[in-house]
């Protein structure tokens, strides 16, 4: 019988309700069944949650729709892939250590390239991802593992309260897609609990794309211990605000377009690193507006296509934009100065 939402009991209690269901089998004769019992071997939690979601009502589109609630976390050996208009909630506020969070783990020997990844519902169906959600949430992945990749579509979608961590060098720690849904308290920190503080080459904490992102608020969100704090390729519209970078080598890139890149109070701490603009697909069409500060007592610096650098402020207003002669800063505290 389908279901709006389903409730994921701990995982010790799903364990003896395998085991109960063996020993009733096995009591009328049907011994083959399993050859082994939970004790035994792992379950497997990605193949447990891909048939949980099964249960869950229908969408017009053939995907299954609806929220399925964790009381616990859960070990998963590859990726656990969901369907299009999934959501996934913790039973509680995730914290920054899995051990009283709801949420996932990859353990050693993960198979896969990300911990969590939700569907297309077809091959050329990029901003329809309606009802997807993450919430409460706290997912330790491994080295080079990524983390979440995440798709989303409209208000009825969303990403509140989620904790990434562990997925070290090489990885992106949140991979966000789709059009016009918020994220909210996101902290991305390819260290985990207790590892060294220091940036891990090639980690990303946030990766807008691969396609063209749309109208997506980021709100409160944190980078830690990643060469790249948030990176864009195609996106139009965006809004961040209240973005914090520790640890963090190069807070902003952007790799092909900016058209209406809007960052509010940016507070960027341990790094010369401002902004790097590594193309400007149509600089004429272009706008980034930034103003937040360099929390080390130390001007930022941000780099152009061209390569050239300009230095800001300790504390900066700034609109960077584009006209025929290419891509330009224009410091509005400077302007606002007699």
Known sequence: MSAPYIFIPSKEEVKAEILAAKETLEKYGVADWCSCSPTDEPIDWAGYFEGIQKQLNKSGSGQHTGTIVLTDWYPLNRTLVLDSHVELKGAFRAKHHLGSSCGFKAEEGFEGEWVLEWKQPKKTAFYSNFGAGIRNLHIESR???????????????????????GFGENAVGIKLGGDTYSVRDVFSDAAKGGGDSVARDGAVAFELGSKRVYSLRLENITSHNCETGLKWGDAHQITIENFETELTTQPLVCTWDARGI????????????????????WPSESRIKIDG????????????????????????????????RGVEVIDLQKMRKP
């Open 143 to 165: 080295d080079g593992i990524n983390g979440v990749c995440f798709r989303g579509a409209q208000q009825s979608a969303g990403v509140d309260n989620l904790v990434v961590r």
């Open 293 to 324: 500060m360099m929390a080390d007592n130390s001007p930022g610096e941000i780099v152009l296509p061209d390569g050239s650098q300009i230095t800001t402020p300790k504390s900066f207003d700034l609109i960077i934009e584009g006209n025929s």
């Open 262 to 281: 809007n960052i509010r109070n940016g507070c960027f701490r341990h790094t010369k690193n401002l902004l790097k603009l590594e193309k400007i697909r």
